[in-house]
């Protein structure tokens, strides 16, 4: 079956470490997204890639950095320099050209020890 | 800027009442619109969505009339089930290439 993979599905982290979220696909989508939510904020967006090598800043990027090497993998790494790190981070892909129907993993709890 | 406003919740309703979730939005251009709907511990799943003025999406009971003139997109659902419990979140498109723009969720809970 296709679709989206998140893991891990709970992580903790501790004071001035970095972790690293994974999100892979299987749907060959070209784009991939990472949200973060918060209660009471809805989603708000890190990062996103267009194609492989390529990504841009969302409107909460600091603290946070990714990479696209490739086209079914989208991780993102929380860095120490995130000083509010506790969230429920979603990941997403579409179709390019199809942004508007996103397909999104089943998320990652992270926690700060 | 583009953005999406939906009413607060918690809404909390009893079985196979009424159900209405209120979003407005702000953008320039003629947008798509969207309701994506995240049940306990899950990402976010396409609910349904119109993409020019007067459209109205469907699904699963749910609907949602893309109104122009007073830039609303209103999610309705005329008998809810227990099952509907979960947030609902209203949603943008503005350009190709761009990600959604997400309201800050409407949490429905149902009881029997």
């Known amino acids: 079956d296709g679709g989206i993979t998140q893991s891990p599905k709970y992580l903790f982290r501790k004071e001035g470490q970095n972790v690293t979220l994974s999100c892979e696909q299987n749907?060959?989508?070209?784009?991939m997204y990472w949200y973060r939510q918060d209660p009471g904020q809805g989603l708000r967006l890190i990062y996103y890639?267009?194609?492989?090598?390529?990504?841009q800043k969302g409107d909460i990027a600091e603290g946070y950095s990714v990479s696209r090497e490739k086209k079914e993998s989208f991780p993102l790494t929380v860095t120490s320099a995130q000083k509010n790190p506790t969230a429920f981070y979603l990941c997403?892909?579409?179709?390019?050209?199809?942004?508007?129907?996103?397909?999104f993993g089943s998320g990652t709890q992270l926690s700060v020890l | 800027g583009n953005s999406v406003t939906q009413m607060e919740g918690p809404v909390t309703l009893s079985e196979e009442a009424f159900l209405t979730i209120n979003c407005t939005y702000t953008?320039?251009?003629?947008?798509?619109l969207f309701w994506y709907v995240q049940y306990p511990g899950e990402g976010l799943q396409l609910l349904l969505k119109?993409?020019?003025?007067?459209d109205k999406g469907s699904n699963k009971g749910f609907e949602a009339t893309y109104r122009k003139e007073t830039t609303s997109f209103h999610l309705e659902k005329g008998s809810v089930q227990v099952s509907d419990s979960a947030v609902y979140f209203c949603?943008?498109?503005?350009?190709?290439?761009?990600?959604?723009?997400f309201g800050k969720g409407t949490t429905l809970s149902v009881s029997s």
């Open positions: 949603a943008l498109s503005y350009q190709a290439g761009t990600a959604l723009i």
């Open positions: 119109a993409t020019k003025a007067d």
């Open positions: 953008a320039t251009g003629y947008p798509s």
């Open positions: 749907l060959n989508h070209d784009a």
């Open positions: 997403a892909s579409s179709r390019t050209g199809d942004n508007e129907k996103l397909f």
């Open positions: 890639s267009q194609i492989v090598n390529d990504f």
